[in-house]
């Protein structure tokens, strides 16, 4: 990785961690979702262990989307974006790169708190393992479907529940494939691998395509 | 190195540029060689602003043509663009936004004259004590001030400047302005659009407002 891409991310990450950068919210936004949900559905335990791969995997959806819509419109309210277009570093790496460490910032710490939000939800161990992987494998997915509605949206007011909206329905295919690797994982008739071959493809397929309808969309942000 | 700089020449010719299906500027056209200025000047609303935005690669050209030599990279990676916003994170220091644009805008790097590094700039523009401060905390001039000095961590021959006196005192437009001559006699390239005197000696001028624009374009546009 050449230097430039080294400070960006290194800028990004040091953005997230300072004051109302909104590193941390992620996790914590998915900590009290994910504590809720038991509130509504009331102590069945058989119940929500059943169900808990899909509460998680909501969770982690809206979670990672919380945080999406700052993405590139604090680039473009303070005119960073433009300087991006003028350095010799294609457009389409720099938002990889910005994608890279919201990821590593917001989606990597869910992946390390699912196991435990799965304990309180009964999951058996090897669900909660199968959840952990899943969303390993399928939010890189979400984080480059999100940041094609953040670099559409950029240049917007309150472009952020717009983002949301343009968004959600791209992420099914994720969401379906997620939750059913998580199931398949605590048994069931379909092996492990199939859902979750499926869930690395979607991934690998929005990290090549998705850098470069962002980077169309923020360049076509004026005129 | 400084041979890199001399062969500078932009020529534009009779540029159109649209915003929003609406043309802003229509057939404006100029030559400007290494060392030389070109002074945008018009009213509010005239162009000016846009017309510098094109020139930086933002805003596509919807006619004319616009011809840099001087390299072979595009005018857009071989040119600074100082604007309105600042292009600074108020959560970093001044001298963490300064390395971080040393490092992603000095990429294109083989021209290396006159860089300095980001203490230096800072020292340059008269901010050397305030370089471990957070942005936020500073004053409107004292970004403005960060913001010039991003002109010295990566050398680029071409300055684009929109309104760059803005909030500035007058040391510092003084400082500013001595910079400007620096650069033009090492052979760099200066486009600034301003309404305040910014201290360029026989700049070319470059007048947007010889007619109404904006209203001349309206009016048609009701009359199709």
């Known amino acids: 990785m050449s230097s430039p891409l080294l400070s960006l991310f290194r800028r990004e990450a040091r953005i997230a961690r300072s004051i109302g950068g909104g590193g941390a919210m992620g996790v914590v936004f998915f900590l009290i979702l994910v504590s809720l949900t038991p509130f509504a559905i009331g102590p069945d335990l058989n119940l929500l262990s059943r169900i808990g791969p899909a509460i998680l995997w909501i969770a982690a959806l809206l979670a990672t989307l919380l945080g999406l819509d700052r993405l590139f419109q604090a680039d473009a309210d303070d005119g960073s974006l433009d300087l991006f277009m003028m350095t010799s570093t294609p457009l389409e790496l720099v938002v990889l790169v910005k994608c890279a460490a919201h990821w590593t910032l917001t989606a990597l710490p869910l992946v390390a708190a699912a196991p435990l939000l799965g304990l309180m939800l009964g999951l058996e161990p090897e669900a909660q393992a199968g959840v952990a992987a899943s969303l390993l494998a399928g939010t890189p997915a979400l984080t480059l479907l999100g940041a094609i509605g953040a670099a559409l949206t950029a240049g917007m007011r309150r472009g952020g529940l717009l983002m949301a909206v343009l968004i959600l329905p791209l992420t099914t295919p994720v969401l379906i494939f997620g939750v059913s690797t998580a199931a398949a994982a605590s048994g069931g008739t379909v092996p492990f691998h199939t859902p979750f071959l499926i869930l690395c493809a979607l991934s690998l397929a929005t990290i090549a395509g998705a850098p470069f309808a962002a980077a169309a969309a923020l360049r076509a942000r004026e005129g | ?224």
């Not at chain 2, 602003?49 to 043509?65: D, H």
């Not at chain 2, 970093?92 to 990429?107: I, P, V």
């Open chain 2, 1 to 224: 190195m400084l041979q890199q700089t001399e062969g500078l020449h932009l020529s534009a010719r009779s540029l159109r540029i649209e915003r929003g299906g609406r043309a802003i500027v229509t057939d404006v056209s100029f030559e400007l060689a290494s060392g030389e200025a070109l002074l945008v000047l018009g009213r509010n609303g005239a162009g000016k602003s846009t017309l510098l935005r094109a020139l930086a690669g933002f805003l596509p050209l919807r006619g004319g043509e616009m011809v840099f030599t001087g390299g072979n990279a595009p005018l857009s990676e071989r040119a600074h663009y100082v604007g309105h916003a600042d292009g600074l994170k108020s959560a970093l220091t001044a001298l963490e936004n300064l390395q971080f644009w040393a490092s992603m805008l000095g990429a294109a790097g083989k021209f290396t004259h006159g860089k300095l590094s980001p203490q230096q700039a800072l020292e340059k523009v008269g901010l050397a004590r305030v370089g471990d401060f957070p942005v936020g905390y500073l004053s409107a001039g004292q970004k403005r001030r960060v913001a010039l000095a991003r002109l010295f961590v990566a050398a680029r021959p071409v300055w684009i400047l929109d309104e760059p006196a803005t909030a500035l005192d007058v040391g510092s437009q003084e400082r500013f302005a001595q910079a400007m001559i620096e650069h033009r006699a090492s052979g760099g390239m200066i486009l600034a659009a301003t309404h305040a005197p910014l201290g360029l000696l026989d700049a070319k001028e470059l007048r947007l407002d010889k007619e109404l624009r904006l209203d001349a374009v309206a009016s048609t546009a009701g009359a199709c």
